[in-house]
């Protein structure tokens, strides 16, 4: 069974590394990086010198022009609208809002957040606890919107259990 693909800004990258969870993206979906997000990751202070993206990770090289943004977006969300482009590819995961209502907007595309990719796991039955991981988060300085925090602890059926403020 071939899984969909996803294209993947940093945001939820990172977050998957301080959850200690890089190999959870791709039990649901086939992982895209445009070449400048994995720098960007690679370059993080999060991440130990040793660990390295998982082969399951496909990074798609940079051509012409990828160094040019959209609309204001950062560097990283521009590539991932225009990898998802050209690939053809509907998904994106983004965690940043400007960027998400850009990419759904102006582009067409379904973007997804580390709260949904967590929501879809626990579905799958691939994490058991969303309170937990919303608060290791937190603790590492990951921020998600309360509210955002709030939907997926609702959805994942894990009403009245909402992490830390």
Sequence with gaps: MSLPPVVCDTGPVIALTLLDRLALLPQLYHPILPQSVAEEWQQGRHRSPERSLPDSYEIFPSGPGSEKTIRGLGRGESAVIRTAVEKQIAKILMDEKKGRAVARKEFGLTPIGTAGLLVEAKRKGLVSDLAS????????SYWIAPKIVEWALALGGEVGRESSP
């Design 133 to 140: 991981l919303f608060e290791q988060l937190q603790k590492k």
